[in-house]
């Protein structure tokens, strides 16, 4: 199993961050995402809670000897469920693979929390698992090329969202600051 | 805006893509007037309500037909089972516990 972990710090307000969130695709950084769709969503009338299932379609392509040990394809969808919780001011978002899922999984959390500063903390998580049917060799190397294709598309993730956000609030940060 | 799974959705993805985020914009970012803020620290539970209806008021009807056309899309790319495995396997239908964070800016990596 790998396991990765890490923390960032966003310029930005957490109601900012939370708004941007669904703002984020596409971007020119994050070319592979193709597709989102939301496929169900709930606002919890008691406790405010918006809980938000979404299916993302990607487009990457994956090296010619994972494609013919399992068969995968250039395309991969990816089950994302959100909870954004306004009065607690906490929003988590969970994504696991639908694709090559018989196989292993990487199971990733992000959550978005206020910092003391009025900027916002993102923390995030990966647990990338190979099933355990599986020749040992294979699951190894299937593992690392998960967590290594996680790395990368993470890392892209942040650049775009770092923009995505700056262009979103740039008119009020200036307007905020003329007032 | 991002595409739907399936071009003919696209349409209706947008258009409910946009009455939500207008609807969300409002609920994290509330502009009140001072009477309708005092109503809402009175009683916090009694706006939630209120919130939570008005996106069902504006947004339902739209959300009914992109549902449907994206149920239809999910069916077409196969994606039913395995997208009701994962929701067997992990439901998350509340909130998981708090992730613990790594010291800022910190990231780690271990693999066994």
């Known amino acids: 199993m790998h396991f ?37 969503r709930s606002v919890d009338s008691k406790t ?16 010619m000897w994972i494609v013919k040990l399992f068969g995968g394809s250039e395309d991969a969808f990816v089950r994302e469920i959100s909870f954004i919780d306004p009065s607690t001011q906490t929003a988590s978002v969970t994504s696991v693979n ?15 929390t206020p910092s003391s500063d009025g900027r916002t903390t993102f923390a995030q998580s990966a647990e990338i698992q190979t099933r355990m049917n599986m020749w040992r060799t294979a699951a190894d190397k299937l593992e690392n090329f998960m967590a290594e294709r996680f790395k990368q598309n993470a890392h892209l993730g942040r650049a775009a969202f770092t923009d995505v956000l700056s262009t979103m609030w740039a008119v009020n940060k200036q307007q905020g600051a003329l007032s | 805006m991002a595409h739907s799974l399936s071009p003919e959705c696209t349409p209706l993805k947008h258009a409910y893509d946009s009455c939500f985020n207008a609807w969300f914009a409002g609920y994290l ?9 005092r109503e809402k620290d009175k009683n916090p539970r009694d706006y939630q309500k ?3 209806e008005e996106f069902q008021q504006n947004c339902g009807k739209v959300w009914e037909s992109y549902r449907e056309c994206v149920q239809k899309a999910i069916k077409n790319k196969g994606l039913t089972e395995v997208l009701d495995q994962a929701r067997e396997e992990n439901p998350l239908r509340e909130p998981p516990p708090p992730l613990d964070i790594p010291s800022h800016g910190g990231s780690s990596q271990n693999s066994k």
């Not at chain 1, 969130?21 to 496929?39: E, N």
């Not at chain 1, 405010?48 to 392509?61: L, N, V």
């Open chain 2, 50 to 52: 209120r919130k939570a």
């Open chain 1, 48 to 63: 405010g809670i918006i809980r938000t299932e979404r299916i993302i379609g990607c487009k990457q392509k994956a090296p």
């Open chain 1, 98 to 112: 639908l694709s090559l899922s018989q196989f292993a999984t990487c199971l990733e959390r992000i959550q978005y």
């Open chain 2, 29 to 37: 970012e509330p502009t009140l007037t001072v009477h309708e803020q």
């Open chain 1, 4 to 40: 990765i972990s890490t923390s960032f710090i966003y310029d930005h307000s957490w109601a900012h961050v939370v708004i941007g969130m669904w703002h984020k695709y596409p971007h020119p950084h994050c070319s592979h995402v193709k597709t989102i769709d939301t496929v169900d």
